[in-house]
């Protein structure tokens, strides 16, 4: 049986279900992210579209720029996704939105050249 990973909005409208081990953990330090998030820094739980199912309320997307679509909650604001016509069969999915997201660590950054000073990067 594969491993069930669940998780939500801060209101509970949007629920999700990501199924089996994610295919990427990665922090991003991006400006755009940051801006998104509110963070320092946003980490992805990276799964393919057909391993995600969202439930009750509609997703709402946010085209931050060509391409990049940033998905939230319309009711409580919560960030939840983005989404990149680079990739289209894959949904990154915001640790914080997990029931669990002490199941996931990162395994890389990304932007590095971006990221705050004072911001710690993974080790080897």
Partial sequence: MKTKHQGSCLCGNIRLEATGTPSSIVACHCKDCRKHTGAPVAVFVDYPKSQVRFMGEHLDQYESSD??????????????????????????????????????KPTEDENTQSKLPWVCILGP
Avoid: A, W
Avoid at 74 to 96: A, F, R, W
């Fill in 67 to 104: 391409g990049v679509y940033r998905g939230f909650c319309k009711t409580c604001g919560s960030t939840m996704t983005y989404q990149g016509e680079n990739l289209p069969d894959m949904v990154h999915i915001h640790l914080g939105v997990f029931d669990h997201p002490d199941t996931f």
